[in-house]
């Protein structure tokens, strides 16, 4: 069941181990997919799987039935191809001026949202000798990507439509983690007339959160995200997804402060009372953001030590942070004691809250000097 897959730096000599269940990225793939009841589940794992690693998540979804999937860039597109040959791979961030051939020969299918896209990607395919597919996407909201909803109608009519095949009509939820707001009727709604203009298209529009809509804008692909590394798709109610990561770290030393004592950068934090800290190798370098830090004016981040609560003290710095341990028994918090940053109490999405963020930043910012153990999905 344990597979240790990476090893660059060993998890066994690495100060800090990320730990990524793979059977747990399945099962949430799984749920999602039974939960949407659209035909295709897609798996968006741009910025390497929002931090887990693309190959090895891109294998595990793979293996559990997978065979759609959506990246940013080019080059993520590269890697998802290469873990899984026969899969569909869409670049949502589209066409840039000469990218089309490097699409082409990797037989990889951009997401097409204005006419200069459409105009290089009719020329590809004239150069090809067939219509190649892409994804078309309009804006219902978002005004990021996308045809605007009044050049929908030019678009079903431009003559560059008919020399490509348009595979994918797509659209993103701007705000589906908020159901209590219009935003998302009001999406579905332009997407349907969008859908009226350019039929026979496959449909797409839920991303995590739209997947726990009511009704949910499943249409023809589904297309999850951070739900599937465990981030919780409907804030303010219980997780249904299984956590997929867990970032450990192990305390290097130990101190006892007498009321008053600042630590850290800056002295910005000061010891109440006489207080008992241990250090850990995680820091900003880390991907462990600054804005966690915990100050006299505020809280910052926490770590979980034999099951209780321990908040920083003092400023993140590049490489450490001090947690404040005094209310764990001292055999229990000493050099080479385990301190969990993510896991149990501690899931992505509180992590991100204390480092007033959101946990899709914390996951994507994943350092790159931790140690990685993959558990196997099979
Ligand atoms: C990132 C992204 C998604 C996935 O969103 P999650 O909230 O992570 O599920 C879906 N569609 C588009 C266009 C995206 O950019």
Request: with cysteine; aromatic share 6%; charged share 20%.
């Amino acid at each position: 069941m344990i597979d240790v897959v990476t090893s660059s730096p060993s998890p066994e000599s690495a100060p800090a181990t990320l730990t990524i269940d793979l059977a747990a990225l399945a099962a949430n793939w799984r749920l999602l997919r039974d939960r949407s009841g659209a035909p295709d589940c897609a798996a968006v794992v741009k910025a390497d799987a929002y931090g887990i690693g693309i190959e090895p998540a891109v294998g595990a979804l793979h293996q559990a039935g997978c065979r759609t999937f959506f990246v940013a860039h080019h080059g993520e597109a590269v890697r998802v191809r290469a873990t899984a040959p026969d899969a569909t791979v869409y670049v949502l961030n589209g066409l840039l001026p000469g990218a089309s051939a490097a699409f082409v020969r990797d037989g990889i299918r951009p997401v097409i949202g204005s006419f200069d896209e459409l105009a290089d990607w009719a020329e590809a395919s004239r150069d090809a000798g067939r219509r190649l597919p892409a994804a078309i996407h309009v804006d219902t909201g978002m005004n990021r990507l996308g045809f605007q909803p009044d050049e929908v109608e030019r678009l079903a009519a431009d003559p560059r439509l008919g020399a490509i095949e348009p595979a994918l009509l797509m659209s993103h939820l701007t705000s589906a983690d908020e159901p209590e707001k219009p935003a998302s009727r009001l999406q579905v709604e332009a997407f349907d007339r969008a859908r009226a203009a350019l039929p026979g298209v496959p449909a797409s529009l839920a991303n995590s959160s739209g997947h726990f809509l009511d009704p949910t804008p499943a249409y023809d692909v589904a297309r999850a995200g951070y739900a599937l590394y465990g981030g919780n798709p409907v804030p303010g109610h219980p997780n249904p997804m299984r956590p997929v990561v867990r970032l450990e770290a192990r305390i290097v030393q130990t101190r006892t402060i007498p009321a008053g004592t600042p630590v850290g950068y800056g002295g910005a934090w000061t010891a109440k009372a006489p207080r008992r800290l241990a250090t850990i190798s995680v820091g900003y370098a880390d991907g462990y953001l600054r804005q966690a830090s915990a100050t006299d004016a505020h809280d910052g981040g926490a770590a979980l030590v034999a099951g209780r609560l321990c908040p920083f003290a003092g400023r993140v710095s590049m490489d450490l942070i001090v947690l404040d341990v005094t209310d764990v028994p001292e055999a229990e918090a000493r050099r080479g004691s385990v301190a969990t940053l993510i896991g149990d109490a501690l899931d992505i999405d509180e992590v991100g809250r204390r480092a007033g963020t959101i946990g899709y930043e914390m996951l994507t910012g994943l350092g790159r000097r931790y140690g990685r153990r993959y558990l196997d999905a099979a």
